[in-house]
């Protein structure tokens, strides 16, 4: 139980999986008002970047549960890094179902609401972890703007236009699901080139150091097309933002 190798080759530099800059991930915490001793579930928690700086900065405890070992080993030592390793844990496993021994404050899937089949059975299932009046947080995708077409919609690496809504849209989905959105933090073009081209120079210099690799053909692949496809088709269409939601 995995992810597949690319992901790890492609964000092996990154501690955030997904658009959102240091500053802006800061700033969320800020704006949440997160009481010390929080308690915290994260799902596909990646590198563990939000519970451990929340964790220095808030005083919230918590879980994040992830798939890939290699990101849940680099979770692992940025707590240990930042001296936290007592107050936040990291466990290699599905997300898919996972729900905590005791209700927490905050339950939260920024970036993959694969885990649910989508934001409603996402939210479905971070509800069952989360105690009455607590915290949710979202990460989801949207249409900055509509792709002209299908083919465009999918050189966003989605399947189809119907995959993702506008941003309003999106927001009356949870409403209609029964949840007051409360605050949100949005991706802008700058956050999505620091968040891609990061991903370029990592292909690139993993290339450099390995190009016999039964994967070369692939990150090479990827390494020449990849620059001019998301110049055009992502940073213009897509947005994403993390949205934080209550239970009505």
């Not at 658009?19 to 308690?39: D, F, I, Q, V, Y």
């Not at 920024?110 to 915290?135: D, F, H, K, M």
């Not at 290339?207 to 692939?218: I, Q």
Request: negative net charge.
């Amino acid at each position: 139980m995995d992810l597949p190798r690319i992901f790890t080759i492609r964000e092996s530099s990154h501690r955030i999986h997904n658009p959102l800059t240091a500053a802006k991930l800061a700033a969320l915490g800020e704006s949440l008002h997160l009481a010390p001793g929080t308690r915290a579930l994260d799902l596909a928690s990646g590198s563990g970047e939000m519970l451990c700086t929340w964790a220095r900065d808030h005083g919230i405890t918590g879980t994040g549960v992830d798939i890939s070992t290699v990101f849940t080993e680099q979770a692992r030592a940025r707590a240990a890094e930042l001296g936290l390793a007592d107050r936040v844990e990291f466990v290699h496993g599905d997300a898919r179902g996972h729900v905590a021994d005791e209700p927490v404050d905050l339950a939260a899937c920024v970036g993959a609401t694969w885990i649910g089949n989508g934001v409603a059975g996402t939210a479905e299932l971070l509800g069952r972890s989360l105690r009455p009046g607590g915290l949710m947080l979202i990460g989801e995708p949207y249409w900055r703007r509509m792709p002209p077409d299908e083919e465009t919609a999918k050189a966003c690496h989605a399947t189809g236009i119907a995959d993702f809504l506008r941003l309003p849209d999106l927001i009356e989905r949870f409403q209609e699901l029964g949840y007051d959105l409360v605050e949100m933090m949005l991706a802008d073009q700058d956050s999505w080139d620091r968040y891609a081209a990061a991903q370029w120079l990592n292909l690139r210099r993993w290339l450099d150091r390995n190009p016999g690799d039964e994967l070369a053909p692939e990150v090479r692949e990827e390494l020449t097309t990849e620059p001019a496809r998301y110049a055009r088709c992502t940073r213009e269409y897509l947005g994403w933002g993390v949205l934080a939601l209550m239970k009505r």
